[in-house]
């Protein structure tokens, strides 16, 4: 089972500062590297250290740019569809450098004091060519990053694409990427994937971010803060702000869109035992600011209610199709499930004129909807996917094994909600015992089943 994360943003967050404090938690710098290894796209090393930041020890994770790709924009910078050249230049620079590392006055000053001649003109054309978010996803596609961390990516910049594109009065498919900045988000972004797709994280509690006040200056002038970006990622998301004694800016785009598209809940449970925490270091120094993201593993303490469980929400996804072949449906499924699926089934269903057809239903967490129905409409005729989020409580379970004359056999724990436990024997373990013994399913089945009852009747505390 998955395990909970709690981010504690009491000093705003960022994407090099999610990083930093999943690497702290534990997640594996040496996989991480790899991973950002085969990414198609370069010019860029990391660097992980330790730093001390208000007196905390923390873990500082930075994206450093070698001399050809280096600018001063140290991030992404967004380009949308109706600005001409001269324009495009200055586009955005703010919203998207990372808030926590880099100076915004001493950016935005370089950025004017080039003079705008032909020559200049043409070398700044040379080193900044554009991205767009189906650039970004192919980006991602390309890399050897697990199906999972790969959705997780895909999610973030999907949530950036949609709130850039409202403040710009363009679409989501229109919003270009700056190619310099765009290799510190990349980078950014799908690290974060990558780390919690290692920590084996699922769900994801983020009651509330810390923003300051006061306005940033940038290439169109003076921006208030928070910048439009955050602000309409908070309001499509229901992501609760609360202002802090800070001037400046403690959200960046990057790290609103990583809330916006990963979390699963905004409440912390009535009691919890800590597993272990991490701190990622900001770049910059507030006054009345630790300056850390501080990420905590959590697990809901026990209680006497032994099987309440777990409550959290889960996305739906759900189309019709009338002209998918058996095999195709077959195909989708195992590619879902692959992907991070909690579960993907069709159905026989009845459609208009008497045409049988199937209705395919997903169930999966809400961060990784965008890239599955992208498989979805890779794989299959739909044209349409009705989405839905849904509660969903869980019983507690834990995996477990049992020893039968066929073999150890693995098997799952279930908590019932009066404290007794139920032991399922777990499929591909028992095909396996069959393999193994030259026995029959159901004699592997009956004998494990036995075994795990007398293992494990009374309550949860017993077992």
């Avoid at 006055?105 to 032909?118: L, P, Q, V």
């Avoid at 070398?123 to 990053?145: G, K, N, P, T």
């Avoid at 310099?180 to 290692?198: K, M, P």
Wanted: proline letters at 4%.
């Amino acid at each position: 089972m998955g395990k909970t994360l709690y981010l504690d943003c009491s000093s705003g967050i960022s994407g090099d500062m999610t990083v930093a404090a999943l690497l702290d938690l534990g997640a594996s710098e040496q996989h991480l590297r790899e991973a950002l290894s085969s990414l198609p796209a370069h010019g860029f090393d990391v660097a992980v250290t330790r730093v001390r930041k208000s007196g905390l020890d923390a873990c500082d994770f930075d994206v450093r740019l070698d001399a050809a790709h280096e600018n001063h924009d140290h991030d992404m910078a967004w380009l949308y569809g109706h600005l001409d050249a001269s324009d495009h230049e200055h586009a955005h620079e703010h919203e998207h450098a990372r808030e926590h590392e880099h100076d915004h006055t001493h950016e935005h000053e370089h950025a004017h004091n080039h003079e705008h001649s032909a020559e200049h003109d043409h070398a700044h054309h040379h080193h900044h060519e554009h991205r767009s978010l189906a650039d970004v996803c192919a980006i991602i596609d390309a890399s050897a990053m697990s199906e999972r961390a790969k959705g997780l990516a895909h999610a973030v910049f999907g949530k950036l694409a949609e709130a850039e594109a409202k403040a710009h009065g363009a679409t989501p498919e229109t919003v270009m990427f700056h190619e310099v900045g765009a290799v510190d988000s990349i980078v950014d972004i799908c690290s974060v994937a990558i780390c919690l797709d290692d920590l084996d994280v699922t769900e994801v509690i983020v009651p509330s971010l810390a923003e300051g006040h006061g306005t940033i200056r940038c290439a169109h002038g003076i921006m208030p803060v928070p910048v439009p970006a955050v602000v309409n990622l908070c309001q499509a998301a229901g992501i609760a702000l609360v202002p802090a004694p800070v001037t400046g800016e403690l959200v960046t785009p990057t790290g609103a869109a990583i809330v916006a598209a990963l979390r699963t809940g905004n409440a912390l449970p009535a009691s919890y035992a800590i597993e272990r925490v991490g701190y990622g270091a900001g770049k910059r120094a507030y006054e009345n600011c630790s300056g850390v993201l501080r990420a905590v593993l959590i697990a809901s303490a026990g209680s006497d209610d032994a099987g309440d469980g777990d409550r959290s929400t889960v996305t739906k996804l759900e189309c019709d199709l009338d002209d998918c072949t058996g095999e195709a449906l077959s195909r989708v499924i195992e590619l879902l499930m692959a992907a991070g699926a909690r579960e993907a089934h069709a159905i026989p269903i009845v459609m208009k004129k008497g045409r049988p057809g199937h209705q395919l239903e997903v169930i999966c967490d809400g961060e990784l909807a965008p890239a599955l129905e992208r498989i979805i409409f890779e794989n299959t005729t739909t044209i349409g996917i009705r989405s839905m989020d849904m509660r969903r409580h869980a019983l507690p379970r834990t995996p477990d094994g049992i020893e039968t004359p066929y073999g150890r056999v693995a098997t799952k724990l279930v908590v019932m909600p009066d404290g007794r436990v139920r032991a399922y024997p777990e499929y591909s373990s028992v095909v396996e015992a069959c393999e193994r013994a030259g026995a029959s399913f159901q004699d592997v089945f009956r004998a494990t089943q036995a075994a795990a009852d007398a293992g494990h009747s009374g309550d949860a505390r017993e077992a």
